[in-house]
C-alpha cells in the first residue's frame, strides 16, 4: 500500500513540474527582437529601392555568406562579395525595380535568430531564410538564402 502511495506522489510530481512546459515555446523570440529583425530587412529594402549596395551590404556580418537570388546562385562569401554582387544586381535591371519582404517567422536558434520572409523583387517573388548574429551595431545577417520565382 505504501508505495502505491509513494508511486502516485512520485508521478504526481513529475507532472506537476512537466506540464507547465507542454504550452511553452522553447524558441519563441521576444517581439522587441522581432521588431530589430523586421527593421533590418525593411532597411534592405529601402537601401535596395534607392541602388545603394553599399549599405545594403552593411547589413551583413564581415563573415556573411549570400546564396540565392536573381543574379546568381553563389555563394558569395563576406560583406564585399555581397556587395559587388548586389550592386551588379541593382545594374541589371532595366528600369528600377523595387523590393519588399514580409516577414513570416522568427525563432530563436541558440543565440543566434532565424528568419523567414516572403519576398518580391519587381515580377520576381520568393522566400528568404536568414541568419542573425548580434553584433555591436544591433543584429547583422551572417547567412542568406533566398529563393526567387518568376510569375
Excluded: C
Excluded at 506522489?9 to 521588431?35: C, H, I, M, W
Amino acid at each position: 500500500m505504501k508505495m502505491r502511495y509513494l508511486l502516485l506522489t512520485l508521478v504526481g510530481l513529475v507532472s506537476s513540474y512537466a506540464l507547465p512546459t507542454f504550452g511553452q515555446e522553447k524558441n519563441t523570440v521576444d517581439p522587441e527582437v522581432r521588431q530589430q529583425i523586421e527593421a533590418v530587412l525593411a532597411k534592405g529594402d529601402e537601401t535596395f529601392n534607392k541602388q545603394d549596395a553599399s549599405a545594403f551590404a552593411d547589413r551583413y556580418a564581415d563573415d556573411a555568406v549570400l546564396v540565392g537570388g536573381g543574379g546568381g546562385s553563389g555563394p558569395y562569401y563576406g560583406r564585399q562579395a555581397i556587395e559587388k554582387r548586389i550592386a551588379l544586381d541593382m545594374a541589371s535591371f532595366p528600369e528600377k525595380v523595387s523590393q519588399s519582404h514580409e516577414l513570416l517567422q522568427v525563432n530563436q536558434l541558440g543565440v543566434d535568430v532565424v528568419a523567414i520572409s516572403k519576398l518580391a523583387v519587381g515580377q520576381w517573388k520568393g522566400y528568404g531564410v536568414f541568419t542573425f548574429v548580434r553584433d555591436t551595431d544591433g543584429w547583422k545577417i551572417r547567412m542568406a538564402y533566398v529563393s526567387t520565382l518568376v510569375e
